[in-house]
């Protein structure tokens, strides 16, 4: 079990990182706000993504099937 956040925290940060690199580089060098919101957006879909991974275990774990 100690190995999951780690893994959870990577997968997040992989989020990120990918948003990163579909948004234009002009968009990204553009208006500070739009960095800001990126950065939101990133946070937010890690997030996600790393709740519903946690739901899904859980209800792995309750019911024993994958």
Do not use: K
């Not at 956040?5 to 060098?29: D, H, K, R, T």
């Not at 993504?49 to 792995?60: C, I, M, N, T």
């Amino acid at each position: 079990m100690a190995w999951f956040l780690p893994v959870l925290f990577s997968f997040s940060m992989f989020g990120a990182a990918v948003l990163f690199w579909i948004v234009p580089p002009e968009m990204q060098n553009g208006d500070p706000m739009m960095g800001i919101l990126i950065a939101a957006a990133s946070l937010l879909g890690g997030q996600g993504f790393v709740l519903w991974l946690l739901s899904r275990w859980a209800r792995e774990q309750d019911t024993g099937e994958r």
